[in-house]
């Protein structure tokens, strides 16, 4: 077998290379970049080591929490809502036979659109003071808030247009642990004369649960690093109030030419994605997402 | 009967309503005078105006970013599973050491958070004068689209009856040949949806393609409809129809491809 | 070379992709006079430059010059040039910059020193020159001015604000009695044209953002006193919609525009536009002020505008220089002014009937108000503090954070990165 060994390295051999090259190595790099005082934009100042005082800048400036926090909040929301909201399609769509194919089709649409563009087309559906959300609230009477001028008020047509485009996504992965639940068992609960709540409560979620888990981890480290909705609806406005931590990462990066500062934010980014996901594995058991491969 | 089979149409109604609306407000806009936008909209339009697409084709040269977007992603396709199709197969059919290790490895940098390797990346880019190039946005790409075939394509192999290739085996035919001349014949549905999926994620990518291009005449879709907000007015109308034009490719993969996807997503249980 | 790479038809990139990575650095030599202008490149302004240019080449036969358009937005068009020259491309060899961009780029050394070329800097308006100096050397010459001014509506009242309670009451009169929606409208986005806004209030109220020693002192009375009557303005008084939190200059524009505001703060470019009956409702029916003053201060404009700079990479400098030169000429200053209504850099045009025909208000009326007119600190890390203020203001504008905490949050961070940076602004007397 030693023939088979060597054609497994020689076939794995150039993609995880590849691999190496683009994705693991540029993230040392990060690292030993984060130690170090980089300003593209002051040359003469050079690249000197600094230790730990960018992740001390950034974790003693206000911004940089409230950074987290919309992370945090965001990523809460969408989840949530998100599960939610796939769950119920989920369960609907599975009840008809008819017409599935069409619902199947309208699901995966905002599913495959660019988020660039679900992002501007939930702006222009919430744009004040006269998009079609503030006319149609005008009608029944309320005042609408400026949406994307009022801190509190700019989180709903955000976390809608997350909600929209991801909540397919999550109704897919539970359809499928759906359809594969044995049909025998609703049979039988039902002769036991179980109602529709206590098949829910009593069968289906319990035998959803690992997809429900794998959803929630990668919906999970997904909206953690939320990036092109929130750069193209708000721009982190008004003020930072919904500036999460990959766009505080990317215009220190980018716009400011931080080199150091913002590396030590990508370190801290990938720092608590890791650990997140490492938890969430533990949790799940180390073979439930290894299983997903057949 | 009658009322049940009402009550599924109220179902499938109550489902695609929300899903759709926004979908068709959009491509409704798009075609809607750039002066009646936000003025007395109305649910059905009275006419039908192709302002914007001529503004956007002519005036904007939007095919660039087209070509651009087709030529990454095409690009960053072929290479990832043309590679990955290799890898896969070897994790999915060979026996040998530090396959565990393997499979781990591209799930873990699978999760990768696409900002934390965006300053090396730039970095690395600028010392290669390779920023506003096609590879400098390739080679970015293949960090997410080569877990994304490996997983999916270790997945499809799987699936696939081994008694064929034992078969072949015992003729004497090597692993090579076998692979070539039986598994890629049998797995070239795997391989479609595959690269279907790779193809919209790469046609859909945002971060990258803003850090690593430096004008119109290498942004990508995203980039440049996401660029369209200026100095001057937001040009909705033109936005709105671009985002016609971006979604216009995709749409058509979901409703030839459907099936295909939904089988990729879920095996796989690929990142959104 | 890079810049090779990216010229090289597209199709071809992609075959070679992992040749790419070992071939790079063998690109075709650049033809020695080709010069690259990078600028924005819309409307009346495109079109007086490629005028411009075209006569420039008709003069200079040897030297082909190529426009390269940018983003129209500032901000935007400052982050591209950040990519362009930190990447250290050889072009665009000519660079239009916005006035406070210049002491970044020439702190980098991204842009070339002009002391060689001997410049007439004393044509020219001196705040502009000093705008332009870095370290005592010259990088950069302006090209045309802007100041903010005060839009009015002419059916609406007989005359300006005389101060900005007069303004306040002005607007909540045409609002309640001639049934404008609203009094007063200015570019209240996050983003660079919040800050000059911001500028004029407070010179209005006698602040500043820095004393003459290069401390930041934004946390005065007086600072807090115009912010405070900004805010106000919009949450209060009802003078200013809360829109304005998301508008820049042409949504401003286009409000005023369309009739439904009494007063508008903007740039002098919107004259021309405003007065074209065919998209405009208000052609004819407005006019054109300084800035109010408010108590304790003076009327005061934000001074903006751009300048050319060159490339430090640029191949051909003389060339670029040449450029320029043609481009900062009286008549071609003249003709700018008339087509696109920017106001020209040098006073002594101030004297003459072209440039009367050419503006909206009286010459010398427009040369007191650019005389006074209030710069942006001159500092390498402008943009750094135009952020931290930015987002100071916006937290203000939308209720987050009351006047006063905002401002001395913003000055004690401002004042850090300074001395952080060890470079104090420079400080120039008026």
Sequence with gaps: ?294 | MKVRRMLGALGVATVLAPLLFPLYWMVMSSFTQEARLFAAPALVPDALVLDHYRALFGGRDFWTPIRNSLIVAGATTGLSVGLGALCAYALARLQFRGKTVMLAFVLAVSMFPQISIVSPLYLLLRELRMINTYPGLVLPYLTFAMPLTIWLLVGFFRQLPAELEEAAAMDGAGRLRSLREIVLPLAWPGLATTAILTFLYCWNEFLFALSFTLGPERYTVPVAIALFRGQYQVPWGQILAAAVVATAPVAAIVLVAQRRIVAGLTAGAVKG | MMVNAAKRSGWMEILPLVVALSAIGCGVGQDPHVLTFAGSAVGSEAEALRRQLDRFQAVHPSIRVELRATPDASDQRHQLYVQWLNAQAPDPDVLQLDVVSTSEFAAAGWILNFDQFHAPTADFFPATIAANRWNGSLYALPWFIDVGMLYWRTDLMAHPPVDIDDLERLAAHARDEHGVPYGLVWQGARYEGLVTVFLEYLGAFGGRILDEEGRVVLDSNAAVTALTTMRDEIAVDRIVPPAVLTWQEEQVRFAFQNGQAAFMRNWPYAYGLLMDASQSRVAGRFAVASMPGGAGGAPTSALGGSVLAINAHSGDREAAYLLIDYLLQPEQLLERARLVGQYPPRPSLYETQALAEALTIAPGEARRIIERAVARPVTPVYTELSEILQIALHRTLTNQQEPRAALEGAASSMQALLDKVGLSPAVHEK
């Design chain 1, 1 to 294: 077998m030693r023939n088979e060994a060597r054609l497994g390295w020689a076939l794995t051999l150039p993609a995880l290379a590849a691999i190496a090259m683009v994705a693991v190595f540029p993230i040392f790099w990060t690292a030993w970049e984060s130690l170090h005082f980089h300003d593209l934009r002051m040359p003469w100042l050079g690249r000197p080591f600094v230790g730990m005082a960018n992740y001390v800048e950034a974790v003693s400036s206000e911004r940089f929490w409230g950074a987290m926090a919309h992370t945090a909040v965001f990523t809460a929301a969408t989840v949530t809502l998100e599960l939610a909201g796939g769950l119920v399609l989920a369960l609907i769509v599975d009840r008809f036979s008819r017409g599935r194919d069409l619902v199947r089709t309208a699901v995966l649409l905002p599913w495959a659109i660019p988020t660039v563009v679900v992002a501007l087309v939930w702006r222009f559906l919430f744009e004040s003071p006269a998009g079609i959300v503030n006319g149609v609230l005008l009608r029944l009477g309320m005042s609408p808030p400026t949406w994307f001028a009022d801190a509190t008020a700019v989180w709903v047509p955000l976390i809608l247009a997350d909600v929209w485009k991801m909540t397919p996504f999550v109704a897919v992965l539970l359809l499928a642990g759906l359809q594969n639940i044995d049909r025998s068992l609703y049979e039988a609960a039902r002769i036991d004369g179980a109602g529709w709540g206590r098949q829910l409560t009593d069968i289906t979620l319990p035998l959803l649960r690992p997809a429900l888990l794998v959803a929630f981890i990668f919906r999970s480290l997904d909206a953690f690093r939320v990036f092109d909705v929130i750069y193209v609806m708000t721009g982190g406005g008004p003020g930072t109030a919904t500036e999460p931590i990959a766009l505080l990462t990317f215009s220190s990066l980018l716009q400011n030419l931080r080199f150091g500062f913002g590396a030590a934010l990508s370190v801290i980014v990938f720092v608590v994605s890791f650990i997140f996901a490492a938890a969430c594995i533990r949790v799940l058991g180390r073979d439930a997402l290894m299983e997903r491969v057949p």
